[in-house]
């Protein structure tokens, strides 16, 4: 009976902190930074002169009538720079919004949001670069924790003698999301670089799918459905809704504020099926799947209150990002195992 109370209290407590977070997520804020006159007066001027202060924007070419230029400059500057598509426009923002930034820092006034992102510092190509680099160190550890577990089905399990197939009955739904894991982490990392219209959707487009199929994932292995016509019943509503939204994001309107509430939810959805097996289940490595459902609420929490950023290069988003390496390692460590625990179970069934 007390350990029943116990995970009635862990239950509550998950709960509790994702209805917050879920509510929080809810809570649109506008922007600031771009309803500033001041900052809207230096991109005009900006555009039209090519110039902030002393310096010159070379994106803006000002041609003899002192008219802004509709090309833009980026198709002149080299290979690896064309791709990021910096343009009078992006550049302008981007200047005077960091001017404006030191201004309210010199009146110690906090930072503001501009277009609906907070003001955070590029370096060099990279217009994100602690978030870019951190979803490329969790892409690696996506790879390494996906190949590990590719070998040691392979070649360290015993495989099955008439079909040389793994006995673990998901192997097949682990590589699917290993796969998706590694896709969704890659243009997170060309997103953090650079945000132009079709990164943001491909970024947007291969979280949800993600995060869709880890819903889908979770509900397969918590119920330990094996047979396909129990999966497909299970898999099919999810990938019809996730397809959906997506289709709604590339070829509607990439709502990212929409995309937000629905990642929140499925992220929620699939935080307490993982938490609530991991409270019932014996699983030798159910306090791996507690500390990453843990893990899970704070980095929603913390998504959902859209921390400012700190010395120009954190925010509240790039927290999230780093919290996510040390849960992508002990994700696949739990696979590892779970599929270690289920083949030696199936065989001393066999014997």
Known sequence: MMGLGRKASLLLLL???LTTAFAAAAAEEAS???ADPLYR????ECQRTGALKEDSIKHCIVPTDDQPADKSWYAHEPLYLQWKEWNCNSECRYHCMMEREEEREELNLGPVKYHGKWPLKRASVFQEPFSAALSAL???VQFNGWLSFFLLLSYKLPLRPETQATYYEYTGLWHIYGLLAMNSWFWSAIYHSCDTAWTEKLYFSSTAAFLGYSLILAILRTSSLRDE???VMVAAPILAFVTTHILYLNFYDLNK???TKVCTAI????LLVWAL???MTRHPSRLKIIFVALGGILSVFLEAQDVPPRWGYVDGHAVCLAMAIPMSYLWWSFAKEDAEMRTSAIMKKKR
């Open 138 to 140: 969790t892409l690696l």
């Open 257 to 259: 504020g929409l995309n």
């Open 229 to 231: 016509a129990s999966r």
């Open 277 to 279: 097996w991991a409270a």
């Open 267 to 270: 992220s929620i959805a699939q």
């Open 15 to 17: 709960l509790g902190l």
């Open 32 to 34: 600031e930074g771009d």
């Open 41 to 44: 007066s230096c991109v005009e």
